[in-house]
């Protein structure tokens, strides 16, 4: 069968593009772990010595918690809504839409007795995770289906040298696993190709915290987390015309990025309201392009064998934070964060439309007695409009997304003993 001049370039976006599940919940990432987090829109590094969340968030201030020991447990009930898409792809009609998805995360934090100077905890989390579905084509060509879950197991210590100086660190091990699936077709209905991979990974990283109270009501904080390579291994089958083959079934692997992170923070209580500003920089550079390895050599010498382009820029995100202490046993909290999309117009597509975001966030924490303490926050995440110039564009997508975003709800409780 030979193919049309539209259809290769139709395959050569897609492939250029497909396979990105990896990277795609991380660069729209989840870094609310946490009711207190959710509530101040991850407003949450320097002000964090309350509860158990403070060993994932700034491990550094465990040395400041009270000599009892720490459990936070919450539910996250995530939302996305559907993306639309107004445009043309290579010249092409491609009006469609996403299908919505839902998810509930579960994440726990556990922080231990002192043990001097030095102190120890634990949390288990999913810092990225989502699925996207187009329901039209073209874009079930590109993304028919990507969905991933990433968790982290989080050990961590601090040292505590004094009233005003604190360090700490952990061990990051990271779970992934990601389907993807693509089902390819030509402007007239004709088949291309079908693909279906899935695979998962173990990996590790590391992350490291700074502390600095120059008075008892203001910490100064410096946290970073390291980049992670996630080293997926999985199984790939399919076949096609365009693939060389009417049916391939083979090992495939493939090495992308979850990129470091360097907050810088800075937190003052003034009595009645802790206000908590953060700078947050993510080292997206990182992912330059994506390269999956076919067992199979004619798989691999096929266009899904070769390198595809990405060249993501690093992205800042400011914060602020406002936890309003209403009585002695009654918090509320407000959040707000701008958050600077990394994929460029050159390289997006259909399996993450990303655009910048204005977070919106609010919560309450209730101290029911001396051990017990329940709360819960809500987020909403604004994507702005993307426009994409088809001339600009690698996979030829001319037009606008818009729509989409993110609505987050957490249920929690503590508890300390």
Known sequence: MQLRKSSCLFLASVLMTGSAVTLRASAYKLPEQSMRSVGLSAAYVAGT???????????????????????????????????????????????????????LVPMFHYVGPKFGDWRF?????????????????????????????????????????????????GLRVVYTDGTVRAYGEDAHGNFLFAQNLEGDSFDFG??????????????????YRSNVDLTVEGDAKGGGPVVGTAWFDTGADVEVPLPATLAV???????????????????????????????DPTV?????????????NDTDTIRVGVTWHVDERWDMLFGYAWDESPIPEKTIGFELPDSDAHIFSVGSVIRIDENW???????????????????????GIDGTFDKGGAYLATVGIGYRF
């Open 49 to 103: 010595a309350d509860s158990a969340d403070t060993g994932y968030y700034n491990p550094a201030n465990m040395g400041w918690l009270e000599e009892d020991q720490y459990v936070d447990a919450s539910l996250t009930l995530i939302y996305l809504p559907k993306v639309e898409f107004e445009g043309t792809v290579h010249g092409l009609p491609a009006d469609g839409s996403s299908r919505s998805e839902d998810f």
């Open 121 to 169: 905890g634990l949390s288990f989390v999913a810092p990225g995770g989502l699925s996207k579905r187009w329901r039209d084509q073209p874009q079930r060509t590109y993304a028919e289906e990507f969905t991933l879950a990433i968790l982290e197991l989080n050990p961590t210590f601090s040292y505590t040298f004094d009233d005003r100086w604190s360090v700490g660190g």
């Open 206 to 223: 590391y992350n490291l915290a700074l502390s600095f109270r120059p008075q008892p009501e203001t910490v100064l904080s410096v946290t």
């Open 265 to 295: 923070a800075a937190a003052h209580d003034f009595g009645r309201v802790k206000l908590e500003l953060v700078y947050e920089r993510t080292f997206w550079s990182e992912y330059e392009s994506l390269d999956f390895n076919f067992d």
């Open 300 to 312: 691999e010498a096929s266009l899904l064998g070769r390198a595809k382009e990405k060249n993501w």
């Open 373 to 395: 303490e329940a709360g819960f926050g809500l987020l909403y995440d604004y994507k702005e409009d993307r426009d994409v110039d088809g001339a600009e564009n690698d996979n």
